[in-house]
């Protein structure tokens, strides 16, 4: 498939644990349960997935780059904790072409106020929260329409 048909999914800190970390919070799907259903998901809308996980800002922000330089359709990107903190992710947002989605498993604004601030989000072209694993599935059905 082109790359114009490719949708990344970059996964930010302690992701790799779903499924075990804090499963009351995050659900008890790992990353290849969701990754698995994104794929099943794309098929049918011609569309191929990236996933992808680091615990390193730096990956995430190359990763960004390099969707940007393939030409992908979108990225669907869940920066974990770096979404409250890195000013580098919401830069490198800013300076590529590609739309980003921002997406969570539980919904920051529900939860403690160090999280209600998303700089991440203030970058991307929106943000869907709090569904769980179906928020991947959301936004990929927004990706595809993009």
């Known amino acids: 498939m082109s790359d ?3 949708i990344f999914v970059l996964n930010g800190p302690n992701l790799n644990l779903l499924g075990t970390r804090e499963p009351d919070v995050y659900g008890r799907d790992t990353l290849d349960d969701i990754a698995g259903r994104l794929e099943d998901q794309a098929l049918p809308l011609g569309l191929s ?10 990956h995430l922000i190359d990763w960004l780059h390099e969707a940007n330089a393939a030409g992908a359709k979108a990225v669907i990107l869940n920066p974990g904790a770096y979404t409250h903190t ?19 498993l539980s919904n920051p604004h529900a939860r403690e106020a160090f999280r209600h601030k998303s700089l991440v989000g203030q970058a991307a072209k929106g943000t ?3 569904f769980g694993a179906m928020s991947y599935a959301l936004a ?6 993009l």
């Open 86 to 104: 890195s000013i580098a992710l919401h830069d490198a947002i800013k300076a590529i072409k590609v739309p980003v989605i921002e997406v969570h």
């Open 140 to 145: 990929l059905d927004a990706a595809a329409k």
């Open 128 to 130: 869907i929260a709090g």
């Open 4 to 6: 114009q048909q490719t």
């Open 49 to 58: 997935i990236d996933m992808r996980q680091s615990n390193h800002e730096g």
